[in-house]
Structure formats: structure tokens, C-alpha cells
């Protein structure tokens, strides 16, 4: 039956590509008019038929995958979507034999797929899962079944379907489907999903979303929606089922864009294939922290003590003062030839040709230009009472240069005394124009300027905070003389002008900077052409246009968008200060959803991140979720991570599981060399399972791990600490727990991270320090 259905959609879903494709024919045709209207008519219409089209052509790995058995309703309105509108079942819809038995006729059928599709007559053969007609499929308990006798989960690869599993939600009932028994097939639809072996790819959860998922997917978003839960919740795949979700209730709301902060770049390659089998793509960036700031890219990570100096709030004082104190560069070492380290713009013509290339390295402490026949001169004094003048206030500091600017070239006409030659107002005007004019073009003036007031960028405030001296001065008061040296030694990876590798700490105070400095000028455009002004159009360009070439302007607004519609906090907890305030930086006007668990916390110091969160989210109003059951680990493994959740989070409960598998983990001490224990350990998780395994080692050893698995195949993935957040794989290898609650103050929940990544199989292999018992088991793990 469900065979038959699938294959008619799929002739529906034919002829609907035959017309968008004939669509773009046609638009293609009304290109060839050649007027500014018809290209503009052409580009509109190819641009929402290649949308369409492309989402005709999407391969679904199970296109079709739900279907509910209704009752009759309590009203017959049928909404947008052409089912029935109503949740509950009218009043006559069972009726009581003599015996008191219930007996209801099923009166509508709905199947629940990716996306909706109509047949010719605009009856439903596909409801939309986004539809509110879909919402029982998720909601509906046997405690509240509403309108909903059967649920069923249906398995389809390509046009094939695999397989059934039904839920009986009225099973108190007798109920008939067009003329016969109601049948029931399969243990039920959510052991079925949880019995999948997982891949490096995410897989969605459309077809077995549960209740309390449901109700945070489909919640308004007129308020920040905080969800919390623990391991194995669903968190992540709520998060991008509610992104897609959203665009399909008020698409044109969110056409501002959606984004999903995920903490690693790991966690954006695991779910970044999730939103096209949910119908959706395009609207969505999914980017991890280290790659918010476009030009900065980073997946390395600084040493616990590093990392908490720079996520800390108080690197804004920090850099409040570098963004100021770069502007003065290190003085040069006294020598014969200049003048014990004093730099005079204007001394010699050698002296003036460098400052025209703006290559000075050093701040110069006096200036003198010729103006009017006569030499004018500014010492140092007078240079750093104008340069504390134009300083003055909270602007940034790359649009404070103009002021400088004006303020030196006002300093020069006093020192020149040309103001007391001139009594006439107009006259007075008319020379201080001159003058400005003359002192200004000179090249003396220009070096002059590029030393004193250089255009400052982020990483060039960045690379000067590698020298510990001058940073020890901007951060008086705020760092520890040790927390200093730390923070600079850990940026001299970083060149003069800050290029260089960087870490995922380091991008969140790049941004900081960004808004300190302020945007550089932009460059100036290029002249017009005067034939321009006879057609009035510089250049007509359409979508299909821009389809062929190298970067398409989808692609470009993404890489400018620095303020979305929505904005999706995954892992929350893991943001620190500093990463809150350049998370927050780009939902300014956005609604927000905050997914977290404070147990797998990785951030010291929970409270000031609080503080950090509060501040980006502003006084929205806030509405808490709470998702309860663990679906990714059995009970045997949920078992052992309820052990160290005791010592990291007292009190805190953990979510229940609902499965048991009867496979109590391993525990295995290593043997001699660690990497030939580990590379053993995998190879017989390989051979026990069918999807995927995942070694966990303590940050500083993911590079040794790597080696240690080189060559047993892309099933098997090696992974710090750290990056294990949000990811699952059938089977773990924890490697050494003890040197992963060591690694930093959050160490015991990160170890709680690790121990809840498998759905299948945990091995927890015991290092020196572990004190492994008799059975292999470490202390941070025994009673």
C-alpha cells in the first residue's frame, strides 16, 4: 500500500519538474526581448523556477517516511495545506457497543514527507512535516492521541519503500479502514530510528521527533526559546529542525537569513546535510564559532589557561587599550643618526622619500612641513596633546584619523602664525584653504600621517599584542604579569600585521577589534564613463547571468551578512565571554534559540558567561524547554556517565534512556604503548559494529591518536576532548579519563561529554594516572 502511494507522488513530483523546467524555457525565451523590463521580468521568474526546480531534483534518502490514521474531527475546515483543520475528534466519532467496546471508522489519511505535494485536483498526497496538519504525527501520546489512531514510520531509499513500523494509539478501539481491519506492523517507530548505525553525517530525526521535541520546534518565536537537556536529547537536531521549521511559518520574516552557531568545525560537517532532507537550504548558515569573522578561519585550539584568559570579559578592557596603543609603534634603539631614537618627519629629502612610501616602522615625534616660504615645526608635546585631543571619547579609532587630521593641519596654521596676518574674514578663509591645501598634498605630510595615525585592522592590534612589554602596559591592572606573558607568548605565531595561524579564542577578540577600530575607508570608485549617462544604466545584469559565474551574489551576501533574522546557539554552554559578545554582534534585531547543558559545560567560569549571554539576548522575553529522554546512549552507558556527572554536577539529574541493549562497556587498561593499545581497542569496535567508532583522547593527544589510527579507514575518526560535543558515533573508545578531567577546571564535565558519545558499544581504556582497579575500571569511575 505504502509502495503504491510512494509511486504516485513520484508521478506527481515528475510532472511538476517537466513544468518548472518549462518554466525556465520560457523565462529564458523572454530574455531575448533585450529591454531593461523584460531582463528584470526574466531574472525574477528564472531565479524562483530554478528554486523550485532544484528542490524538485533534491535526492531524499527517505522522501516519504510518515502517515497518521485519523478520526473524524470536530468541524469540517480544512486548511491551507488541504487536510482537515481540526486536532480533536468530533463527539460521534466512537461510538460504544452494548458491551461499552469503542468502534470508530478512520476518515482521514494523511502522509507526512519532506515536502508537500498536491495532486491535480489540490488534494494532499504529501502533508509538509513544517504544516500544522503534520503536528500529530510528533505530538500525539497514547495519554493524548487527539484524532490519531495509528501512527506509522515508513523506511524509502530513492522510490523504494523498505519497511513499516506502527504505533497503535487507541488500542482500546475497533477500528475500520475503507471497509476493513486497521492493521498494526513493527515494534514501534522509535526503536526502529534508534537502532540505525550512525555515519559521519548526521541523520535527521523528522520521522521520529517526539512530543517535548516537538513542542520547542513548533514553539512562536516571539521569544528566546531556551532548551536544555542532556546528552542524547535530540538538542542539535531540534535546533535544525526549528530553523527549517521557521522558514516555512514566515519565510519572508527570515528571509533575513537563519544562523546556527555550532562550538566546532567537526559539529558543521556532522549536520550541515541535515536542512536539505528537511526541504530546506539556501536561508541557513551553519558556522562553527572560529568562523564567524570572515578572512578568519581557525580550528586550533590555545591551552586551557590560555583559552580562559582570552574567553574572559576582561580581555575588553584589554582591548579597548591596545586598539588605542597601537597606534604608537615602538621607538628605534638610540643611535648617532637619529637623534637618541626621536624621529622628525621633514629633516631631509631621504627622510621625506620614506615617509611618502609610509614605511616608517616607528611613531614620529616631531613634524615640520614648509608653508608659505616658511619652515613650521611640531614637537612632541603638541603631538601627543593633539593625538589625546582626537582620541577623546568612545569612537573608533580608524574613524578618529579624519579628526586627527583636521586637528594637526589646525596646530600647524597657529605655529605658522599666518592667523594674525589676516584681519579679513574672507581673506583669512580663503588662505587657511591654501594652506590645508598645500600642507596636506606634501609628501612629508602624508608619511608623516601614515606613521603618527596608521589605518589600524584587527590583526595588526592582534600581532602588536605579541610584544609583552607593550601589552604588559594595556593590560595594568586588568592581567596577572603571568596571565600577560602567557597571552603574548601564545600570539607571536602571529607576524607584525597578524597573519598567521589562529585559534578559535582568537577570532572572537578579532571581532571585538573590528568594532573598536571601526571599517577602514572604502576605496574609491572608479570613474564613470560619460556614454554611462546616456542610457542611464551602468550595467544589466541578470540571475541566470550571475549562475555562470565563479561566485554567485548568494555566496557574497552570505560572506558579508553580519546580521541575521534568527540565530540558533547550539552547545551553548561552551561560548565564552568574549564568543557571547561576537555571537551577539549578529543577532541584534534577531529572534534567538538557545540550545544547552550546563553538565557538559567546558567553560571554568559558568556565571560570567551567564552575564556574557544575558547582555547578547538583551530583555527579550524568555521562554525554557526542557528535553528529558536520552535517545543516542542504552542504559548500560548512560550508566557510567551518571558516575562522573555525580563528582561534576552534584545533584544534577541525568536524562533518562529509554533502551537497553544488555551490553555492559569495557574497561581495559593499556598495555606498554599506549597508541598500540588504542589502534587495537578500534579495529575490534570496527569489527563489532557497522557504523562508525569514535576515539577520544585529551586534547594535547589528538594529534598522537591520529597516527596511532592511521590506515584503519574512515570509519574509525580520532578526536580531541573538545571536539567530541554534539557528535555520536556506535561505538567510543575514551582514552585515559583521568588526563581528561586533568586537562582544565571543566575537565570532569568534559570527561562526561566524552563518556556519552556512543549509541552502540563504550570502551574506557585506562592510562597510569586512571588507577585502574583489578577489572580495568578507574577510579574516576568506580563506586
Not at 5 to 29: M, P
Not at 183 to 197: F, K
Not at 298 to 319: F, Q
Request: aromatic share 4%.
Amino acid at each position: 500500500m505504502e509502495q503504491q502511494h510512494l509511486n504516485r507522488v513520484y508521478r506527481r513530483l515528475n510532472e511538476k519538474i517537466h513544468e518548472a523546467e518549462f518554466l525556465v524555457g520560457d523565462a529564458s525565451q523572454r530574455g531575448q526581448v533585450g529591454t531593461p523590463g523584460a531582463l528584470a521580468e526574466r531574472d525574477a521568474q528564472v531565479f524562483r523556477a530554478g528554486i523550485h526546480l532544484n528542490r524538485l531534483n533534491s535526492e531524499f534518502e527517505d522522501f516519504l517516511f510518515g502517515r497518521i490514521d485519523l478520526l473524524e474531527g470536530k468541524d469540517g475546515e480544512r486548511g491551507a495545506d488541504g487536510a482537515f483543520s481540526s486536532v480533536e475528534p468530533a463527539e460521534g466519532a466512537v461510538e460504544q457497543d452494548a458491551e461499552g467496546r469503542g468502534h470508530a471508522r478512520i476518515e482521514e489519511t494523511l502522509h507526512i514527507g519532506r515536502i508537500g505535494v498536491l495532486d491535480t485536483d489540490y488534494a494532499p498526497l504529501v502533508i509538509d512535516w513544517r504544516a500544522p496538519a503534520a503536528a500529530p504525527f510528533y505530538r500525539s501520546t497514547p495519554k493524548e492521541p487527539g484524532r490519531v489512531v495509528r501512527r506509522r514510520v515508513i523506511r524509502s531509499k530513492g522510490r523504494k519503500v523498505l519497511g513499516v513500523e506502527d504505533d497503535l494509539l487507541r488500542p482500546e478501539l475497533t477500528v475500520s479502514l475503507n471497509g476493513g481491519g486497521l492493521p498494526v506492523i513493527g515494534d514501534g517507530a522509535l526503536m526502529a530510528a534508534l537502532g540505525q548505525a550512525r555515519s559521519h553525517t548526521m541523520r535527521d530525526i523528522v520521522s521520529s521527533i517526539q512530543a517535548e521535541q516537538d513542542l520547542v520546534i513548533r514553539a512562536p518565536a516571539t521569544s528566546v526559546a531556551e532548551v536544555g537537556g542532556g546528552p542524547g536529547t535530540g538538542k542539535t537536531a531540534v535546533a535544525l529542525h526549528r530553523a527549517a521549521y521557521l522558514l516555512y511559518q514566515d519565510r519572508r520574516r527570515y528571509a533575513g537569513g537563519i544562523l546556527v552557531v555550532s562550538p566546532t568545525p567537526l559539529l558543521v560537517a556532522y549536520t550541515e546535510g541535515v536542512l536539505p532532507s528537511l526541504g530546506e537550504e539556501g536561508q541557513v548558515a551553519i558556522r562553527a564559532v572560529g568562523s564567524l569573522v570572515d578572512g578568519a578561519e581557525a580550528d586550533t585550539y590555545d591551552e586551557p589557561a590560555v583559552a580562559r584568559i582570552k574567553g574572559s570579559a576582561r580581555m575588553l578592557k584589554v582591548l579597548r587599550k591596545a586598539a588605542r596603543g597601537a597606534l604608537e609603534q615602538p621607538r628605534p634603539q638610540p643611535s648617532s643618526r637619529d637623534n637618541g631614537g626621536q624621529l622628525a618627519f621633514g629633516e631631509d629629502d631621504e627622510q621625506a622619500g620614506e615617509a611618502a612610501g609610509g614605511t616608517a616602522a616607528v611613531t614620529p615625534t616631531s613634524l615640520r612641513v614648509v608653508a608659505f616660504g616658511a619652515r613650521v615645526e611640531l614637537g612632541e608635546r603638541e603631538l601627543t596633546r593633539i593625538r589625546e585631543s582626537a582620541l577623546g571619547g568612545s569612537a573608533p579609532v580608524n574613524l578618529l584619523r579624519p579628526r586627527a587630521r583636521r586637528l594637526l593641519l589646525d596646530a600647524l596654521w597657529s605655529a605658522s602664525g599666518s592667523r594674525k596676518r589676516f584681519t579679513d574674514p574672507d581673506m583669512a578663509a580663503e588662505a587657511r584653504a591654501a594652506f590645508d591645501e598645500d600642507v596636506s598634498t606634501e609628501d612629508v605630510f602624508i608619511g608623516f600621517m601614515a606613521a603618527w595615525w596608521p589605518e589600524l585592522t584587527p590583526r595588526r592590534v592582534l600581532g602588536a599584542m605579541a610584544d609583552e612589554r607593550r601589552l604588559g602596559r594595556w593590560a595594568r591592572r586588568v592581567l596577572t604579569p603571568r596571565e600577560t606573558r602567557q597571552l603574548a607568548r601564545s600570539l607571536r605565531r602571529l607576524d607584525e600585521d597578524g597573519k598567521g595561524p589562529l585559534s578559535v579564542h582568537d577570532v572572537a577578540l578579532l571581532d571585538e577589534l573590528h568594532t573598536l577600530l571601526g571599517a577602514l575607508p572604502p576605496p574609491k570608485k572608479r570613474e564613470h564613463d560619460p556614454l554611462d549617462q546616456l542610457t542611464g544604466l551602468d550595467e544589466v545584469t541578470t540571475f541566470s547571468d550571475r549562475m555562470s559565474s565563479r561566485r554567485s551574489r548568494l555566496d557574497r551576501m552570505e560572506e558579508e551578512r553580519t546580521d541575521y533574522a534568527h540565530v540558533i546557539v547550539d552547545e551553548a554552554q561552551d561560548l565564552t565571554p568574549m564568543q557571547w559578545r561576537l555571537v551577539g554582534r549578529r543577532g541584534r534585531q534577531a529572534t534567538w534559540t538557545v540550545v544547552g547543558d550546563p553538565a557538559q559545560s567546558s567553560w571554568s567560569d559558568p556565571d560570567e558567561a551567564a552575564e556574557a549571554r544575558d547582555e547578547a539576548l538583551g530583555s527579550r522575553p524568555r521562554r525554557k524547554f526542557s528535553l528529558t529522554v536520552n535517545y543516542r546512549n542504552p542504559a548500560e552507558i548512560a550508566e557510567v556517565a551518571a558516575k562522573v556527572l555525580a563528582l561534576a554536577m552534584p545533584g544534577m539529574e541525568s536524562p533518562r534512556a529509554v533502551r537497553s541493549t544488555g551490553l555492559a562497556p569495557r574497561f581495559a587498561v593499556a598495555q606498554g604503548d599506549v597508541g598500540t593499545s588504542v589502534r587495537e581497542e578500534a579495529q575490534r569496535l570496527l569489527d563489532e559494529v557497522d557504523g562508525t567508532v569514535g576515539v577520544v583522547v585529551a586534547m594535547h593527544l589528538r594529534e598522537q591518536a591520529r597516527h596511532w589510527l592511521a590506515g584503519l579507514g574512515d570509519r574509525v575518526v580520532a578526536l580531541g576532548s573538545l571536539e567530541a560535543k554534539g557528535l555520536e558515533y556506535d561505538a567510543t573508545v575514551v582514552v585515559s579519563p583521568a588526563e581528561i578531567a586533568d586537562e582544565s577546571p571543566a575537565g570532569l564535565r568534559v570527561l562526561y561529554v566524552a563518556l556519552t558519545r556512543a549509541t552502540q558499544r563504550l570502551t574506557v581504556l585506562s592510562g597510569d594516572r586512571d588507577q585502574p582497579d583489578e577489572r580495568g575500571v578507574p577510579d574516576l569511575l568506580r563506586e
